[in-house]
T-cell receptor
Framework: GENVEQHPSTLSVQEGDSAVIKCTYSDSASNYFPWYKQELGKGPQLIIDIRSNVGEKKDQRIAVTLNKTAKHFSLHITETQPEDSAVYFCAASSTGLDSNYQLIWGAGTKLIIKP | EAQVTQNPRYLITVTGKKLTVTCSQNMNHEYMSWYRQDPGLGLRQIYYSMNVEVTDKGDVPEGYKVSRKEKRNFPLILESPSPNQTSLYFC?????????????FGEGSRLTVL
């Protein structure tokens, strides 16, 4: 079955710098890759997602890139701000005929923005 | 306001005492799911439902039951809780029937089993 590995587990960056979180997946049939942000005491919230027919997607300061050949995808946050401090989760799922469609999640990255 | 509501938010119980965590969504979503979150393990799916009266096991279903008698509610039942079920639980729903679209999460239910 699918396995998603996420690195690093903790990332500390200076405010204003960029942050990159990477995930690798094992199932070549996976074709949907969302990223969720979890603030302290809250449930995760979708921040961006990408499907396998696209290599990159941007939304203001965040972007996601997908390399299907290497089976990895990354979250990029530019010009980090204190409110970016949170736990970030990547996930992957397949919508193929033999799939149950369910998301498999990475273990999470705690992002700390230093003032 | 569109939301997923879980209750209780915090619960301390003892081994073997049956409990139910309720989950309700007001977005008319077909899909609902339960997850548990443990440090270093991310989110692991317990059960999911793609429609009323349709439920399927996730990755860690042992020790849990669910039901989907109406579209808006998806309760999680622990018939005989054990300490290894101490965790943070999240309910989620999605407009996508298969769950491969945006998931809306509740605020979580922190369960401690002594």
């Amino acid at each position: 079955g699918e396995n998603v590995e996420q690195h690093p587990s903790t990332l500390s960056v200076q405010e204003g710098d960029s942050a990159v979180i990477k995930c690798t997946y094992s199932d070549s049939a996976s074709n949907y890759f969302p990223w969720y942000k979890q603030e302290l005491g809250k449930g995760p919230q979708l921040i961006i997602d990408i499907r396998s027919n696209v290599g990159e997607k941007k939304d203001q300061r965040i972007a996601v890139t997908l390399n299907k050949t290497a089976k990895h995808f990354s979250l990029h946050i530019t010009e980090t701000q204190p409110e970016d401090s949170a736990v970030y989760f990547c996930a992957a799922s397949s919508t193929g005929l033999d799939s149950n469609y369910q998301l498999i999640w990475g273990a999470g990255t705690k992002l700390i923005i230093k003032p | 306001e569109a939301q997923v509501t879980q209750n209780p938010r915090y619960l301390i119980t003892v081994t073997g005492k049956k409990l139910t965590v309720t989950c309700s969504q007001n977005m008319n979503h077909e899909y609902m799911s339960w997850y548990r979150q443990d440090p270093g393990l991310g989110l692991r799916q317990i059960y999911y439902s793609m429609n009323v009266e349709v439920t399927d096991k996730g990755d860690v279903p042992e020790g849990y039951k669910v039901s989907r008698k109406e579209k808006r509610n998806f309760p999680l039942i622990l018939e005989s809780p054990s300490p290894n079920q101490t965790s943070l639980y999240f309910c989620a729903s999605s407009l996508s029937r298969t769950g491969t679209g945006e998931l809306f999460f509740g605020e979580g239910s922190r369960l401690t089993v002594l």
